[in-house]
């Protein structure tokens, strides 16, 4: 009878109630010899360590079911010697088997975080036996660690055994397994399917491209499930799609993207360190801060919110709280690279330049395709004034991650620091190749205006950045073209330009310099001595300001710059 109830507590969810009867059942039962008894005492021990492992009690709930596996081996045992098996009671078909128990003290193991020991319970079960969920914890084991070939075994076992486990087929994908035969596995598994499988198949091809680091065509292909396909306003897709966007360097699409998720579902959690990045790219300071308080109200238990607020701390100058709070989602997920990330450039903001290149080399260890890591590193060298070590970086993210216009500027940038000026037209050469990829890329905007300023280029800089503004506003191309009509003595509409500019980000200390400079200077339309000593130090300031060139403005303003 209190075995009967004590399935009851478990089925109706009372973890306590379950606790309490099988604590007091298994003291009555480890005095009985009897083998019917110590077949129930078994299911007590697994039943008490299922209430403990529910209430968080780890290390308790694992001793407990090490105590039911050590009673199985001696049941095994025993019956080798020759022992009768047993004649009633609970027979071996009710008894909780013993890759089920292993597979709980992996969770337990987890739980306490020793890896190796949840790595060697799961090991301990024979591959023949081993379900698919066993496989796939394997599996992201393997992955982690970096034992691919291992990982790629267990993935697709898994696959073998549920073809429509997609995270296995995500695995595969990212360890370099070709969407062919990714697709193969998939799709034969469900071969005798009546459905119309071929969303699934644009899918798995979407992903598919991220193997070449193709992640334009990744996202067109997502987008396209989303505005033709089954697929409209899929959450999971569109954050795909997202973070495929992001990773591409196109920060206005993605952004759009994760606010459609946003409006959708308002609790997604997901993703949004990566949103809140584009949100303090472009300093939206109040965005930020109201993403953070939202996300800390869904959940405090996952990396993302701690990201969100970090970013938003080191948007307002908190550096050190940002540099905590990154850790803090560190160390919730050892694998999370946007905390690290992150966290690299708060210690960068906070001068402490040996310390950044430590994070920024971690984080290119755990995600080599990610552009953030190799600029992080790029801008620390240049802040130390190692520009050969800059220049290297740079070519090494090129050679990684393909010309594509992030890395081109990126490159560009180290290129136009040379105090020699020797390498100035291979930088702008460069921008003009990463502007023939993307014409509205801001990053190869702002910096080839950069090199036009400081070669006193004042015409071609103002032509350059009046197309731009055609199409897109941002405060740091009005003031830049503010500086540009500044040195040509347009200083009405370098006045209007630098005025746009603070109204746009009043943040902008140095629009703000030049707003008040040209005010200064064309106070008074009655030219005196001083006011010609005023035109000439206005030249002279703006010349200053042309010389620093984006490299600083790179560094300095990674969280206020806007883009695209």
Same mark, same amino acid.
């Given at each position: 009878?209190?075995?009967?109830?004590?399935?009851?507590?478990?089925?109706?969810?009372?973890?306590?109630?379950?606790?309490?009867?099988?604590?007091?059942?298994?003291?009555?039962?480890?005095?009985?010899?009897?083998?019917?008894?110590?077949?129930?005492?078994?299911?007590?021990?697994?039943?008490?360590?299922?209430?403990?492992?529910?209430?968080?009690?780890?290390?308790?709930?694992?001793?407990?079911?090490?105590?039911?596996?050590?009673?199985?081996?001696?049941?095994?045992?025993?019956?080798? +010697?020759?022992?009768?098996?047993?004649?009633?009671?609970?027979?071996?078909?009710?008894?909780?088997?013993?890759?089920? *128990?292993?597979?709980?003290?992996?969770?337990?193991?987890?739980?306490?975080?020793?890896?190796?020991?949840?790595?060697?319970?799961?090991?301990?079960?024979?591959?023949?036996?081993?379900?698919?969920?066993?496989?796939?914890?394997?599996?992201?084991?393997?992955?982690?660690?970096?034992?691919?070939?291992?990982?790629?075994?267990?993935?697709?076992? *898994?696959?073998?055994?549920?073809?429509?486990?997609?995270?296995?087929?995500?695995?595969?994908?990212?360890?370099?397994?070709?969407?062919?035969?990714?697709?193969?596995?998939?799709?034969?598994?469900?071969?005798? &399917?009546?459905?119309?499988?071929?969303?699934?198949?644009?899918?798995?091809?979407?992903?598919?491209?991220?193997?070449?680091?193709?992640?334009?065509?990744?996202?067109?292909?997502?987008?396209?499930?989303?505005?033709?396909?089954?697929? +409209?306003?899929?959450?999971?897709?569109?954050?795909?799609?997202?973070?495929?966007?992001? =990773?591409?360097?196109?920060?206005?699409?993605?952004?759009?993207?994760?606010? +459609?998720?946003?409006?959708?579902?308002?609790?997604? *959690?997901?993703?949004?360190?990566?949103?809140?990045?584009?949100?303090?790219?472009?300093?939206?300071?109040?965005?930020?801060?109201?993403?953070?308080?939202?996300?800390?109200?869904?959940?405090?238990?996952?990396?993302?919110?701690?990201?969100?607020? $970090?970013?938003?701390?080191?948007?307002?100058?908190?550096?050190?709280?940002?540099?905590?709070?990154?850790?803090?989602?560190?160390?919730?997920?050892?694998?999370?690279?946007?905390?690290?990330? *992150?966290?690299?450039?708060?210690?960068?903001?906070?001068?402490?330049?040996?310390?950044?290149?430590?994070?920024?080399?971690?984080?290119?260890?755990?995600?080599?395709?990610?552009?953030?890591?190799?600029?992080?590193?790029?801008?620390?060298? !240049?802040?130390?004034?190692? =520009?050969?070590?800059?220049?290297?970086?740079?070519?090494?993210?090129?050679?990684?991650?393909?010309?594509?216009?992030?890395?081109?500027?990126?490159?560009?940038?180290?290129?136009?620091?040379?105090?020699?000026?020797?390498?100035?037209?291979?930088?702008?050469?460069?921008?003009?190749?990463?502007?023939?990829?993307?014409?509205?890329?801001?990053?190869?905007?702002?910096?080839? $205006?950069?090199?036009?300023?400081?070669?006193?280029?004042?015409?071609?800089?103002?032509?350059?950045?009046?197309?731009?503004?055609?199409?897109?506003?941002?405060?740091?191309?009005?003031?830049?073209?503010?500086?540009? =009509?500044?040195?040509?003595?347009?200083?009405?509409?370098?006045?209007?330009?630098?005025?746009?500019?603070?109204?746009?980000?009043?943040?902008?200390?140095?629009?703000?310099?030049?707003?008040?400079?040209?005010?200064?200077?064309? &106070?008074?339309?009655?030219?005196?001595?001083?006011?010609?000593?005023?035109?000439?130090?206005?030249?002279?300031?703006?010349?200053?300001?042309?010389?620093? !060139?984006?490299?600083?403005?790179?560094?300095?303003?990674?969280?206020?710059?806007?883009?695209?």
């Amino acid at each position: 009878m209190f075995f009967d109830q004590l399935r009851i507590l478990q089925r109706e969810g009372l973890p306590g109630s379950t606790e309490l009867l099988a604590c007091f059942l298994t003291s009555i039962n480890e005095s009985c010899p009897s083998t019917e008894d110590q077949t129930m005492l078994h299911e007590l021990y697994i039943a008490q360590a299922d209430s403990m492992y529910e209430n968080g009690v780890y290390k308790q709930a694992e001793g407990l079911y090490q105590k039911a596996l050590q009673m199985q081996l001696q049941k095994a045992s025993s019956r080798a +010697r020759g022992s009768k098996s047993d004649s009633n009671g609970c027979l071996d078909k009710d008894i909780t088997s013993d890759i089920v *128990v292993k597979y709980k003290v992996y969770l337990c193991n987890i739980g306490l975080d020793r890896k190796d020991e949840a790595k060697t319970t799961l090991e301990s079960i024979p591959a023949k036996q081993r379900t698919a969920k066993v496989n796939m914890a394997l599996a992201k084991i393997y992955h982690k660690e970096g034992s691919e070939r291992c990982a790629i075994t267990s993935y697709k076992e *898994v696959l073998r055994q549920c073809p429509l486990a997609l995270e296995a087929a995500l695995g595969l994908l990212n360890l370099g397994v070709t969407g062919a035969e990714v697709a193969s596995l998939v799709m034969n598994g469900i071969s005798d &399917s009546q459905e119309n499988l071929e969303w699934l198949s644009q899918w798995i091809k979407a992903h598919a491209f991220t193997t070449t680091k193709d992640y334009t065509k990744a996202a067109d292909t997502l987008a396209s499930l989303d505005t033709k396909g089954p697929l +409209r306003n899929n959450t999971i897709t569109l954050l795909s799609m997202a973070e495929f966007q992001f =990773l591409a360097g196109n920060y206005t699409n993605a952004k759009n993207t994760y606010q +459609r998720v946003r409006v959708l579902d308002s609790l997604v *959690v997901k993703g949004m360190d990566m949103y809140s990045w584009i949100l303090a790219k472009e300093n939206n300071v109040k965005e930020l801060e109201k993403l953070a308080n939202s996300l800390m109200q869904v959940t405090d238990k996952r990396p993302e919110p701690w990201i969100v607020m $970090a970013q938003y701390c080191i948007a307002t100058k908190r550096c050190t709280r940002a540099i905590y709070l990154a850790q803090k989602a560190y160390t919730l997920d050892n694998y999370n690279v946007q905390a690290v990330i *992150v966290k690299g450039f708060a210690l960068m903001e906070l001068n402490k330049i040996q310390e950044a290149i430590n994070h920024f080399r971690e984080a290119f260890r755990l995600a080599p395709h990610r552009f953030e890591p190799h600029q992080g590193l790029v801008d620390c060298y !240049i802040v130390a004034g190692k =520009l050969r070590e800059a220049f290297t970086t740079a070519k090494n993210c090129v050679k990684t991650l393909g010309a594509v216009p992030q890395t081109l500027t990126v490159l560009a940038v180290v290129l136009a620091k040379d105090p020699t000026g020797s390498t100035h037209e291979k930088a702008k050469a460069l921008m003009d190749k990463a502007l023939s990829i993307d014409p509205y890329y801001l990053q190869a905007v702002y910096v080839k $205006a950069d090199i036009m300023i400081q070669n006193q280029d004042y015409d071609e800089a103002i032509e350059l950045l009046r197309n731009q503004l055609i199409h897109q506003s941002t405060g740091q191309l009005h003031r830049k073209l503010g500086d540009c =009509l500044a040195a040509t003595n347009d200083f009405q509409n370098s006045l209007d330009q630098y005025k746009i500019a603070v109204s746009m980000d009043a943040n902008d200390s140095k629009a703000q310099e030049g707003l008040e400079r040209v005010e200064k200077a064309s &106070s008074s339309l009655d030219m005196s001595p001083t006011d010609e000593d005023d035109f000439e130090q206005l030249g002279d300031s703006v010349d200053e300001m042309s010389g620093e !060139i984006s490299g600083s403005e790179w560094v300095n303003n990674q969280f206020s710059m806007s883009s695209r």
